[in-house]
């Protein structure tokens, strides 16, 4: 029984924390410089054709663009805020322009996406 709580207690925490650290964007070193990452060390994307807190990647563009997906719980926090998706679903922006990773990112450090469609996609950089 103990060894079950032990574990249980285990995951809340990590799960917690991983909750708290989706607030705080990460840096990482890549080629192109610095630039913010997600919880994986994936490299994290703008869009130009994004303004006034809103998100226009929908659809097949979500799809090879993934959101940086927020709790419905997050609390947003300094230039960390959150934008509501045309489905609902919350998503993180850094100064009012929403995050996203790249499909074609393989590993940490890619920036496979920058300069992408005539160079509407740029790294995220802090």
Not at 9 to 33: E, N, P
Not at 65 to 76: E, G, I, R, S, Y
Not at 81 to 92: E, F, H, L, N, S
Request: aromatic fraction near 10%; proline fraction near 5%; charge should be positive.
């Amino acid at each position: 029984m103990t060894k079950s709580f032990a574990a249980f207690a285990a995951l809340a925490l990590m799960l917690a924390s991983s909750a708290a650290s989706a607030q705080m964007l990460k840096t990482a070193d890549t080629a192109k410089g610095k630039t913010f990452v997600d919880a994986k060390g994936m490299t994290l994307y703008t869009f130009d054709k994004d303004a006034g807190g809103k998100s226009m990647c929908n659809g097949p563009c979500a799809e090879n663009w993934p959101p940086l997906f927020a709790a419905d719980d997050a609390k947003p926090s300094a230039d960390m805020t959150i934008v509501v998706r045309d489905d609902g679903k919350k998503m993180w922006a850094y100064k009012g322009k929403p995050l996203y990773t790249f499909k074609k990112d393989m590993a940490a450090g890619d920036t496979n996406g920058d300069g992408f469609l005539n160079g509407t996609w740029h790294i995220a950089k802090p």
